[in-house]
DNA sequence: ACCCAGGCGGGCG
DNA sequence: CGCCCGCATGGG
């Protein structure tokens, strides 16, 4: 059990962030409940809210302990983050001030680094909704089988699994284009010491993941906010580009502009006040 | 029918 | 460099 305040399940979910693409979620009678399929296994997280207080309790199907489980919901759902310290960080401003209102409790999400890469891979140039459907079938078709009270269900694929199948195989998940992408990618992690990049700082880890085939400023930005907890990686996908534009600069304005207007006004926070506008905006 | 989606790499000026 | 194009696919 893990108690919190500040934190909104629901938004978070919804959020358009990797938990997003492949968990399932329902809520009824004030209870949320959540189940997700990982590498190690299958996750199953409840939340109960009452006014700015929330409780969590979870449960593991596969290769977890305790530990390990409640180290990765604390992860998953930004549990660790100082949300008064964001708050007063970011909400300078009236839009801003209405995303806060509107979403409190959102956080940004820490998903282990490879789900967010094969998710942010198979989001490019596509939709939410499509992203779910490309995700799901690519976990029921490569992800290994788990049974979590007696059904069968599916992890989350290794990186082994999706460098080893084939374009052809990709394909029929409906990766179209991105297939390639994502098995050049995947092949590339088995080389690709990806664990350093937690240590290493903002600029220096966006480099080093953009040398990977598919990968570009945007794309990378997510795996660094969503993956490795980069706080102050400010993703530019077409939303933020225009809300960014419309409501902060009232002109068009390249993309390193942007990122350099984005550290300048909200520095090290700069992802938290990125999901606030994405969702923010796209929910209007 | 047409347009767009949490973009990217390649090619051109 | 910065800009422009094609790219697979399904939903609105």
Not at 98 to 119: C, D, F, I, Y
Not at 180 to 204: C, N, P, Q, T
Not at 229 to 249: C, G, Q, T
Request: net charge positive.
């Amino acid at each position: 059990m893990i108690h919190i305040d500040d934190f909104d399940i629901e938004h978070t979910v919804h959020s358009g962030q990797p938990l997003n693409f492949y968990s399932d979620f329902e809520s009824k009678n004030g209870e949320s409940k959540i189940i997700y399929p990982t590498e190690r296994g299958v996750m199953l997280v409840m939340c109960k809210s009452k006014g700015r207080r929330s409780v969590i309790s979870y449960d593991y199907f596969g290769d977890y302990t305790q530990t390990s489980a409640q180290r990765e919901v604390i992860r998953r759902f930004g549990l660790s983050h100082d949300m008064p310290a964001i708050y007063s960080a970011i909400d300078t401003d009236k839009f801003m001030h209405s995303a806060v209102s509107k979403l409190h409790g959102m956080r940004v999400t820490a998903n282990p680094a490879w789900e967010t890469t094969l998710s942010f891979l198979v989001s490019q140039f596509n939709n939410i909704k499509r992203i779910r459907l490309i995700m799901k079938r690519l976990i029921d078709r490569f992800g290994d089988e788990i049974a979590v009270d007696g059904r069968i269900m599916k992890k989350f694929p290794s990186h082994h699994k999706i460098a080893n199948a084939s374009i052809d195989e990709l394909m029929k998940c409906n990766t179209g284009f991105r297939a390639k992408y994502i098995k050049g990618v995947a092949k590339a992690w088995e080389e690709f010491d990806h664990s350093r990049l937690y240590e290493m700082d903002y600029d220096k880890a966006k480099e080093l993941l953009m040398e990977l085939d598919g990968v570009g400023d945007k794309v990378a930005d997510c795996i660094l906010l969503m993956g490795y907890e980069k706080l102050e990686a400010f993703p530019i996908d077409v939303w933020i580009k225009r809300l960014v534009e419309r409501e902060y600069l009232r002109k068009e304005v390249n993309i390193s502009y942007m990122h350099m207007f984005a550290q300048r006004k909200w520095g090290s926070y700069a992802g938290y006040a990125n999901q606030y506008i994405f969702e923010f905006g796209r929910r209007k």
